[in-house]
């Protein structure tokens, strides 16, 4: 039984209610690349620029104090989704450049250090020397992966990685790999392919006693299940708007308030100086230091809506909801001859995105047929090629569900698994 009213909630999601490929109901299980939009966060973006459009932080007439207003109460409820203060939190315009941000503290902090530029108090920790290491693991996302692999070759510093058991959970075993040379472990909260929710309080122990500092990439874990940044024990928490309900266009970068004051900016330029001269300039304290330029307004207050929404559902029950769907779609497929899960089988520390390929065809072949009978879903490599080698497969079909699939969307996915078997006759 269902901890949510599936119904109620679908009512609020207006792209629901077309229909598509031969006028079939839309069965939309591609969540975890974005998520659809209900009513309250597409009228309370509309509602911003009906009302109280201005540029945030300019100007001292009375629609800029209300479109500042807007944006800030949106920071600190965002923020306090999280458990968190709204000085600490830092909008972007995704997720992967919330990533960046961190790893060019890095790349800011050593250049000047090489050139003798002043740095802010407490900058050494994000000083690089050749030789240092940073951990990430063989299930990232390319989003955190890439900038890591672009700061070692700036910096001479080495990438090293947790590797993977056949289960598809990280092969923590090598007690090498957290050592006195690693500066920041960079990991998913779950990984959008293969479903696994990662121990974090393990890995928080091991980077903790090499004084490590630890980004946790959360776009999969912040929509779907309680998140609170003063239990996590992590440095960095980064995750985007879209996949959680909020409009696209916005991410969110949470981190230590000592941290954040003393990271050099990312990207320069209005609004995140302190004082300009000619001779050079100054910088705001954060959060302001690194969010340049005219900043995604409305989209915070989007976001802020869809926090709103999420939180009179409650987590718990959001998790709980997905853990049923799960449950069902990994036994709807286990039953199907020829078919193999791409990660966890069991349900233990598992989230809601089911991978999977089909012996004998390829996932772009099974996400067609599946379009045709009005099934949504990812195909292909989910930008995390390494996963992919790693279990010898090309490219595999994605679920992922949220709080408006219910079982007849799970049924929905096995029947069109079974057609396409049928239609290539595999």
Same mark, same amino acid.
């Given at each position: ?87 600490? %939190?830092?909008? =972007?315009? $995704?997720?992967?450049? #919330? *990533?960046?941000?961190?790893?060019? +503290?890095?790349?800011?902090?050593? /250049? ?80 959008? %392919?293969?479903? =696994?929710? $990662?121990?974090?309080? #393990? *890995?928080?122990?091991?980077?903790? +006693?090499?004084?490590?500092?630890? /980004? ?89 809506? #869809? ?120």
């Amino acid at each position: 039984m269902s901890t949510l009213d599936v119904a109620a909630i679908r009512a609020d999601f207006p792209i629901l209610k077309r229909t598509v490929r031969n006028d079939r109901r839309l069965v939309y299980l591609d969540s975890g690349a974005t998520s659809q939009k209900p009513y309250q966060v597409l009228d309370a973006e509309r509602d911003f620029y009906e009302n109280h459009n201005a540029a945030v932080h300019r100007g001292a007439h009375l629609l800029a104090e209300e479109a500042t207003d807007a944006f800030e109460h949106a920071r600190a409820n965002i923020a306090s989704f999280i458990g968190a203060n709204a000085d600490d %939190l830092v909008f =972007t315009k $995704n997720a992967t450049e #919330a *990533i960046n941000l961190v790893s060019y +503290a890095f790349l800011n902090a050593t /250049l000047k250090s090489a050139h003798k530029k002043a740095l802010p108090p407490g900058s050494e920790r994000f000083i690089l020397k050749v030789g240092d290491e940073i951990l990430v693991t063989e299930m990232e996302h390319h989003a955190n992966l890439v900038p890591w692999q672009e700061l070692c070759d700036k910096t001479g510093a080495v990438l090293r990685w947790i590797g993977l058991t056949d289960e598809g959970r990280l092969d923590l075993s090598d007690e090498t790999l957290f050592n006195e040379r690693t500066r920041i472990v960079a990991l998913t909260h779950q990984s959008n %392919l293969l479903g =696994t929710v $990662n121990d974090i309080p #393990a *890995i928080v122990k091991s980077a903790r +006693a090499v004084d490590a500092l630890i /980004l946790l990439d959360s776009c999969q874990s912040v929509p779907h299940m309680s998140v609170d940044v003063s239990t996590l024990g992590v440095d960095f928490l980064t995750w985007s708007g879209h996949k959680m309900l909020g409009p696209l266009g916005i991410g969110c970068l949470w981190g230590r308030a000592d941290l954040l004051a003393a990271m050099p900016p990312f990207i320069t330029g209005g609004s995140m100086i302190e004082v300009v001269s000619m001779a050079g300039t100054t910088f705001a304290a954060p959060p302001k230091r690194f969010e340049a330029g005219v900043p995604m307004a409305a989209q915070a207050v989007g976001l802020s809506a #869809a926090v709103d929404y999420l939180r009179v559902l409650g987590m718990d029950k959001v998790a709980a909801h997905e853990h049923e769907m799960t449950k069902a779609t990994i036994a709807g497929l286990q039953s199907i001859p020829g078919v193999r899960i791409i990660g966890p089988e069991d349900l233990v520390d598992r989230g809601s995105a089911v991978s999977f390929v089909i012996e004998g065809l390829h996932p772009h072949d099974v996400g067609q047929v599946l379009d045709e009978s009005g099934v949504a879903v990812r195909v292909g490599q989910h930008c995390a090629k390494p996963v992919c080698t790693r279990y010898g497969i090309a490219a595999a079909t994605r679920a992922t569900y949220y709080i408006y699939n219910d079982l007849d969307d799970v049924e929905a996915l096995i029947e069109g698994v079974h057609a396409a078997k049928k239609f290539f006759g595999v």
